[in-house]
């Protein structure tokens, strides 16, 4: 008996709240044998900050915007606006076309930014740190024209009930198609980089892999999803503001290779492909962008008081970088709060896809397995090591397992 | 695969699920300058036949996209909408719909279906740490989001005495008491 458990004994080691792959906090526990992975097992809510609760409890819908921006540092476009297209159905509002357009190039300038964010952290987690320095020069083009478009690096604050808060005029395109210029000339630069490297193709190729079939059953959704061959999309499938003016497709690995393994390389694929794909539509969106005002309301006052009485619900649904946001709103007559608010952010389930592509890796891959879905905790914990057959704890640090990732690389390259 | 309209949708709902079916609602408006058909289903349905309804709508998408399930708390009763999403992949084509089950407070239990969906765990977690309904048969009932010393009983979507009590509420400073 005794004998029987000692060959099964595998060793826990938990991994975070502070966190393996990104700086945000949440908790894997992984069971370990050996340097294989045989289970793995998450738990969130580290950064649960109730924020569903204010909105339903203590703000107004327009002071909820602020609140929406501010679930994630990254995807404060996206979730303001699937609350306010959620609070457009639900109170009957119609964005003018024009807002649609700025809201769409918001959307898309965010995309492009999030993409290469995620692109220096995938590098830097194998230890290619020439190619996070590069990809993070390469990013503050996008954020400088972020911050000439919007007034602001980080929170926007472009999103209103029934439109937005500012125009992107005339004058302005012409610094806008000089980024995309920019973004297009070092493209195939970017696509040497990460597609053709051998060290990257050695640690990223048949490295956590999430079959279609998978993928289907634990919803994963957004680029990781669509790397395992699920050409699901909301641009594409229930287009929203100006993307259902614009044919869309959603981007899959086989248009490169021509196959879908639905492992890291493929989800890097993917995500290059998007930062092509942003480009041309915001290029699209600004030859096509119709005259007209920004508001359908533009008196905040009389907004409030149409937004109290309204009586209805909607959904928004806007695809971020990470995958597909949804907002659900419930408006009650004569109530300033929301009377139900549920925000789902892409995480959320791809974080069920964690120990399917986690079962049968190496402790040195979870960085960079982990990364791979671009997990981000504030929309929805280091490693402990318990060896069950001693009941015995021990600790492994961030530091630790980088290093153990840099050392495969170094091992690989020999 | 045949798409179906939204009317035919809920026919076909109408017709599995007989006694089961209570009522359904079609939403529509245009987007943008192209004027494109934003459409969402809402199908509302008794808890009996809330399992068969899923099962229903695996015969019209193999693998329906659950995004979330909300819930509202409606004074005697709790709302459940389980959003789905059918026909992705097809440009325009892709459908919301979400299915209703009202719960009564004396009698909050509602079937798993993570054995249809295995992505529903999380969401079910959820709804049952933050709304307090039963999920009968949930593989795994632990906490997702409350930590572990949450007091047992205080559900934070309720809005009634079951909901979190005053004093565990922080003021801001500046601000005062609701």
Known sequence: MIQEETQKATYTIPVGPIHPALKEPIRLALSVDGEEIVD???????????????????????????????????????????FVMAVEHAAGITPPPRADYIRAITAEMERIHSHLLWAGVAAHEIGFDTVFYLVWRVREEIMDLIEYVTGNRVTKAMFQIGGVRRD??????????????????????????????????????????????????????????????????????????????????????????????????????????????????????????????????????????????????????????????IHYVRMEAGQSTLATWKVRAPTYVNLMAVPTILKGMQIADVPITFASLDPCMSCTNRMIITDRALRKKSIMSYAEMHHLSLQKTENLRR | ?????????????????????????????EVAVQRNIFKTIWIYVKREAFRGAVEHLC?????????????????????????????????????????????????????????????????????????????????????????????????????????????MLRVLPGREQK
């Not at chain 1, 738990?43 to 924020?51: E, T």
């Not at chain 1, 409890?57 to 929406?68: F, G």
């Not at chain 1, 892999?209 to 499938?237: F, H, M, N, W, Y």
């Not at chain 2, 440009?91 to 009698?107: A, F, I, Q, T, Y």
């Open chain 1, 40 to 82: 793995a097992d998450v738990f969130v809510g580290q950064v649960h900050r109730g924020i569903e609760w204010l909105g339903m409890n203590r703000n107004n819908p327009v002071q909820s915007i602020y609140l929406a921006e501010r679930i994630c540092g990254i995807c404060n476009i996206c979730h303001p606006f699937s």
């Open chain 1, 168 to 325: 992107i005029t005339e004058e302005q395109f012409p610094r806008i198609r000089q980024s995309l210029d920019y973004y297009k000339s070092i493209f195939d630069q970017l696509k040497r980089v990460f597609l053709d490297d051998k060290t990257i193709q050695m640690r990223t190729r048949n490295v956590g892999i999430l079959k279609k079939e998978d993928a289907l059953k634990l919803l994963t959704c957004g680029p990781s999803g669509r790397a395992s061959g699920v050409p699901k999309d909301v641009r594409q499938d229930q287009p929203y503001a100006a993307y259902a003016d614009l044919d869309i497709k959603a981007m899959t690995p086989d248009m490169v290779t021509g196959t879908v393994v639905g492992d890291v390389y493929d989800r890097i694929i993917v995500r290059l492909l998007e930062v092509k794909q942003a480009i041309e539509i915001i290029e699209q969106c600004l030859e096509k962008m119709p005259p007209g005002p920004l508001l359908a309301q533009p008196k905040t006052a009389v907004l409030l008081k149409t937004l109290t009485q309204a009586e209805g619900e909607g959904v928004g649904r806007a695809e971020a970088p990470r995958g597909e946001v």
């Open chain 2, 1 to 29: 695969m045949e798409l179906l309209s939204p009317g035919e949708i809920v026919d076909s709902f109408k017709t599995a699920l007989r006694d089961g079916f209570i009522d359904a609602k079609i939403y529509q408006c």
């Open chain 2, 59 to 167: 015969n019209l998408q193999e693998y329906p996209n659950l995004a979330i399930i909300s819930s509202c708390d409606l004074g005697d009763n709790i709302e459940l909408i389980y959003h789905f999403t059918i026909y992705y992949g097809h440009h325009l084509e892709e459908l919301s719909l979400g299915l209703r089950v009202n719960l009564p407070k004396s009698d909050l239990k509602i079937p798993t279906i993570t054995d249809i969906i295995p992505g529903a765990l999380f969401t079910e977690r959820e709804t049952q740490e933050m709304m307090g309904v039963e999920v009968v048969g949930i593989p795994d009932e632990r906490r997702l989001f409350l930590p572990e010393d949450f007091p047992e009983g205080v559900y934070p979507w309720r809005k009634d005495e079951k909901g979190p009590p005053d004093d």
